[in-house]
């Protein structure tokens, strides 16, 4: 049950797009078409993304976007905006001899 | 909409115990799983582990299976994380989360837990 693997940081300029990954296993990410996003702002709760890799829950603008090929997943942040400077996370369903769930190491997202 | 209000958190002794409660409200939470995650301080998500609407089926992460106990109450709609043989590792802030598509839709704000002698 090792954490899925995202890059500590990303940065854009606003108006940019970026794209955070996340790699995983057969295990899980690649395994399933069960990746979730979150995004968390400084002392506060994670708020839910992106389900099911490419679905977006109602009131979570059309400007984040998820794909997954194989055993990554990608968040996609288009016409990067001040407030989407958080820290994102990746998730996924997991089942080696039960089933868990596992989140990524999670990504600092820097406007420049 | 979904609330969760998560309490029970406090300072305890390594090896003691605690108990951590949330309180639901906004849903019908007789059908839904639910789960808690913990993150750290200045760390990131960890998922410990979740139970199914009737809690008649539970899963754990590997580090906490045997220790900690998920439970429910329907009929007061709330869930439960009972804790012991607590370690230096295990404190964090604990939230209470609503699974719902794979994922984790509605979040509590916590409640911390510190492991200190």
């Known amino acids: 049950q090792s954490a899925l693997t995202q890059p500590a940081s990303v940065s854009g300029s606003p108006g940019q797009s970026i794209t955070i990954s996340c790699t995983g296993s057969?295990?899980?990410?690649?395994?399933?078409?069960?990746v979730s996003w979150y995004q968390q702002h400084p002392g506060k709760a994670p708020k839910f993304m992106i389900y099911?890799?490419?679905n977006r829950p109602s009131g979570v603008p059309d400007r984040f976007s998820g794909s997954k090929s194989g055993n990554t997943a990608s968040l996609t942040i288009s016409g990067l905006q001040a407030e989407d400077e958080a820290d994102y996370y990746c998730s996924s369903y997991s089942y080696i001899t039960s089933a868990t769930y596992v989140f990524g190491t999670g990504t600092k997202v820097t406007l420049l | 909409e979904a609330q969760l209000v998560e309490s029970g958190g406090g300072l305890v002794q390594p090896g003691g115990s605690l108990r951590l409660s949330c309180a639901a409200s906004?849903?019908?939470?007789?059908?839904?799983?639910m789960s808690w995650v913990r993150q750290a301080p200045g760390k990131g998500l960890e998922w410990m582990a979740n139970i199914k609407p009737d809690g008649s089926h539970k899963n754990y992460v590997d580090s906490v299976r045997g220790r900690f106990t998920i439970s429910r109450d329907n009929t007061k709609n709330s869930l439960f994380l009972q804790m012991d043989s607590l370690r230096a590792e295990d404190a964090a802030l604990y939230y209470c989360?609503?699974?719902?598509?794979?994922?984790?839709?509605?979040w509590g704000q916590g409640t911390l837990v510190t492991v200190s002698s």
């Open positions: 099911e890799v490419n």
């Open positions: 057969s295990s899980d990410v690649g395994g399933y078409n069960y």
């Open positions: 906004g849903f019908s939470f007789s059908s839904h799983w």
């Open positions: 989360v609503r699974d719902i598509s794979w994922g984790f839709d509605s």
